[in-house]
């Protein structure tokens, strides 16, 4: 089955700074790449995501990053906030496939 | 229009104790699943559901049973608590199968703790 793995476990950046979180999948099959965020004691929202016959898609500022050939796509989130210290779960499924599969999740923080 | 409601948000349970999980969605969302989320593993499939009548087993499904009798409510039970059960469950929905391809909508979760 897929697996996906997801670093860095812990991020720290500079309010301002960007910064990006990778995460690669095992099954060449997968076609669709979402990324959620999970606010302290809610449960994970649907950021943005992208398909396989897409290499980025940008969504004010954060982006996704993909490359099929190397089985890794990337977030990039640019002129870090502190609302955006949250839990990032990357993720991977197949266009017919019956579950989703999550990365181990990265947590950032945002100092101001 | 609720989205995806769970009960209870905290539990605390004995080793040995039963208890179910409730979850129930308004979108009339045919697919339904259970995750755990656990630190530094993420969230993993417990069981779903693609529609009424029909469950099935994801990646951790031992210890846990499901029935889906109706489109809205999807209850995940623990048999016989054992510690290494603690942890957040989340329970999700998506207009179907193939909506998966156009995200979850998440519950606010559970917290269980088995002491």
């Not at chain 1, 500079?14 to 990778?22: F, L």
């Not at chain 2, 009960?7 to 969302?29: E, I, R, W, Y």
């Not at chain 2, 156009?102 to 002491?115: A, E, K």
Request: include cysteine; proline fraction near 4%.
């Amino acid at each position: 089955g897929e697996n996906v793995e997801q670093h860095p476990s812990t991020l720290s950046v500079q309010e301002g700074d960007s910064a990006v979180i990778k995460c690669t999948y095992s099954d060449s099959a997968s076609n669709y790449f979402p990324w959620y965020k999970q606010e302290l004691g809610k449960g994970p929202q649907l950021i943005i995501d992208i398909r396989s016959n897409v290499g980025e898609k940008k969504d004010q500022r954060i982006a996704v990053t993909l490359n099929k050939t190397a089985k890794h796509f990337s977030l990039h989130i640019t002129e870090t906030q502190p609302e955006d210290s949250a839990v990032y779960f990357c993720a991977a499924v197949m266009e017919y496939g019956n579950k989703l599969v999550f990365g181990a999740g990265t947590i950032l923080r945002v100092k101001s | 229009n609720a989205g995806v409601t769970q009960t209870p948000k905290f539990q605390v349970l004995k080793t040995g104790q039963s208890m179910t999980l409730q979850c129930a969605q308004d979108m009339n969302h045919e697919y339904m699943s259970w995750y755990r989320q656990d630190p530094g593993m993420g969230l993993r499939l417990i069981h779903y559901s693609v529609g009424a009548g029909i469950t099935d087993q994801g990646e951790v499904p031992n210890g846990y049973n499901v029935s889906r009798s109706t489109t809205e409510d999807f209850p995940l039970r623990l048999l016989s608590a054992a510690p290494s059960q603690t942890s957040v469950y989340f329970c999700a929905s998506s207009r179907n199968r193939q909506a998966l391809m156009r995200g979850y909508t998440f519950g606010s979760g559970t917290r269980l703790t088995v002491v």
